[in-house]
């Protein structure tokens, strides 16, 4: 590892060490709290597109209409979509109901716990497979979104890179930010991304990360 690498994987730890020490970072949604993985996984199937704020309802109706993976497989496909059309998410209806009749046929109806098997149901991105193993199952992964990401670039100084995707370097120091390095609890990270270092004027004022931050000192 060069000098600037073990720098940047040094600052980074620290980040995580502190903000494992901090918060927590606003009102966490109604779906960290759910101990049901059917729960979980339609709440990130939701958010692919849209704040959290916005998905509640419809995740709250979605599961009383159908709250099983059984349900959804068989759900009608226009009644879903006009459920789901305040997310924009209508063209998503079939994957939606193809990734639920998966979980029925190859898993029994109940999701797996591991990001890489959740990754071979259809429409299950590597976020959102880290999302549901780590709210769901309690599994100490990153789920790095496009949050997480600009969070890293500001603190470390470098490149954004790739609008959704981040950079090589980036994505290698994400692993430094979970629990099993010491760093917060996913959710806990997830929050601070989106209400202290949110995507416009972040609130470098209360962020417990100042005197670290390469973004903050340059600005300051
Ligand atoms: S100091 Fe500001 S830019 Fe840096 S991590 Fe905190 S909120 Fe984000």
């Keep these: 590892m060069t000098c600037e690498a073990e720098r940047l994987a040094a600052l980074v730890s620290a980040a995580a060490a502190r903000l494992a020490a901090s918060g927590p970072f606003g009102e966490p949604p109604p779906w960290r709290t759910e101990a049901d993985p059917y729960a979980v996984f339609v ?44 997310l924009g998410l209508r063209k998503r209806v079939p994957l939606l109901k193809r990734a639920a009749a998966h979980v029925v046929e190859r898993y029994g109806g109940r999701l797996p716990e591991e990001s890489g098997e959740l990754q071979k149901i259809p429409g299950m991105g590597p ?14 992964v990153v ?20 609008p959704t995707k981040g950079s090589p370097t980036l994505r290698s120091l994400v692993a430094r930010l979970g629990p099993a390095e010491g760093g917060p609890e996913p959710g806990r ?23 670290l931050c390469g ?3 340059l600005a300051g």
């Design 143 to 162: 789920p790095a979104d496009v949050n997480v990401l600009r969070f890293l670039s500001r603190l470390t100084g470098l490149p954004s890179g790739h």
């Design 43 to 86: 709440a990130e199937f939701l958010l692919v597109r849209t704040r959290a704020d916005v998905v509640a309802r419809v995740w709250e109706e979605l599961l009383r209409r159908y709250p099983s993976f059984e349900a959804l497989a068989a759900a009608d496909e226009g009644e879903l979509a006009a459920l789901v059309a305040p």
């Design 215 to 217: 973004s903050a000192l």
């Design 127 to 140: 976020y959102t497979a880290a999302a549901v193993s780590a709210f769901a199952f309690g599994r100490p």
């Design 189 to 211: 990270l997830i929050d601070f991304t989106r209400h202290v270092c949110r995507p416009r004027r972040p609130r470098c004022g209360e962020c417990p990360l100042g005197d």
